[in-house]
């Protein structure tokens, strides 16, 4: 059995994701759009060089509680009844 961890950065993320909110208090559309703005804004978060492990962690976080909160969405996308 392994033994899971869970970080303050990853469950901080979780939670700003789950209220719809990524850097700067940005709202993001519940929807494929919404998820791939946010997955955008991770990536040039990056490229700028502003992405450390605990950042990592938090933004992987708001992805995960994006989608948590919005699973009619995703369940629909994913072919899912």
């Known amino acids: 059995m392994l033994k899971q ?3 303050q950065s990853f ?5 700003w994701g789950r209220k719809g909110i ?3 208090d940005l709202s993001i559309e519940h929807s494929e759009e919404g998820t791939v703005e946010i997955i955008q804004n991770l990536i ?3 490229l700028e060089g ?3 492990e605990e ?3 938090q933004d992987v976080g708001i992805v ?3 989608v948590f ?3 009619e969405v995703f369940k629909t996308l994913g072919g899912g009844n």
């Open 11 to 15: 469950t901080r993320g979780i939670f």
């Open 55 to 57: 950042l990592l962690h």
């Open 44 to 46: 040039d978060f990056a």
């Open 22 to 24: 990524f850097h700067d």
């Open 69 to 71: 909160s919005h699973p």
């Open 50 to 52: 502003n992405l450390t």
């Open 64 to 66: 995960v509680g994006f």
């Open 5 to 7: 961890v869970t970080t």
